[in-house]
């Protein structure tokens, strides 16, 4: 499958700062990418379809004002998340997929927000 | 939306016991992954199994696609087997992301 990574790991932010994670494809040409929260003990909710050169598809309920996804190329998709606040301490974590292979995850970045 | 349903939500057991998880799904769909989550919440991808079934070790996945269920099989269980174990599935008819079931947490003790 692809290799994907996911930087940074971990991040502990003030409230009301932004945080930018990114998401790389590194062996392989992604048109899209897709982006999921998890909480604690939850399972993962996709949040959005990043596409390159495109905006971004939003799920129902996720505020895309304040999590601005960028697809610039073909192998970099990066998700900011806007004055964060307490609630939007999560595990974020990115996804690419590759024909034949199926989907493969970054590593994830867990956001602590201060 | 399509409904992904695991079970059990948890199961214990003992080291060398053997064990059966099921990915119930509402809808047809034509990708189905069985992921092992770890503790630092690294997804590990098991099987890619929209049909069909795979053996890879000590684990194996059957996936029923024209009665939507698929199984993952663990034999002979070690305790780093211990962790949440993720269903995910697309639909046919809709978008392109996979969407993931709520999980199977196993502990296995030794």
């Known amino acids: 499958g692809a290799v994907v990574s996911q930087h940074p790991s971990w991040v502990i932010c003030k409230s009301g700062t932004s945080v930018k994670i990114e998401c790389r494809s590194l062996?392989?040409?992604?048109?899209?990418m897709f982006w999921y929260r998890q909480f604690p003990k939850q399972s993962l909710m996709l949040m959005a379809t990043?596409?390159?050169?495109?905006?971004?598809?939003?799920e129902q309920g996720v505020e895309k004002d304040k999590f601005l996804i960028n697809h610039a190329s073909l192998t970099l998709s990066t998700l900011t998340v806007t004055s964060a606040h307490p609630e939007d301490s999560s595990f974020y974590i990115c996804?690419?997929?590759?024909?034949?292979?199926?989907?493969?995850f970054g590593s994830g970045t867990r956001l602590t927000v201060v | 939306g399509i409904q992904v349903e695991q079970s059990p939500p948890d199961l214990i057991l003992q080291e060398g016991a053997n064990s059966t998880l099921r990915c119930n799904f509402s809808?047809?769909?034509?990708?189905l992954q069985w992921f092992h989550q770890n503790p630092w919440g690294q997804l590990i991808n098991l099987f890619y199994?929209?049909?069909g079934t795979k053996q890879n070790g000590r684990l194996s996945a059957t996936t029923v696609a024209t009665e939507r269920y698929s199984l993952l099989y663990i034999s002979s269980s070690q305790t780093t087997d211990s962790g949440v174990y993720f269903c995910?599935?697309?639909?046919?008819?809709?978008?392109?992301?996979?969407?993931f079931g709520k999980g199977t947490t196993l502990s296995v003790s030794s």
């Open positions: 996804s690419v997929k590759r024909a034949n292979y199926g989907y493969t």
């Open positions: 062996d392989f040409q992604a048109t899209t």
């Open positions: 995910a599935v697309r639909p046919n008819q809709a978008g392109t992301a996979l969407i």
């Open positions: 809808d047809s769909v034509n990708n």
């Open positions: 990043s596409n390159e050169g495109s905006k971004a598809t939003y």
């Open positions: 199994i929209p049909s």
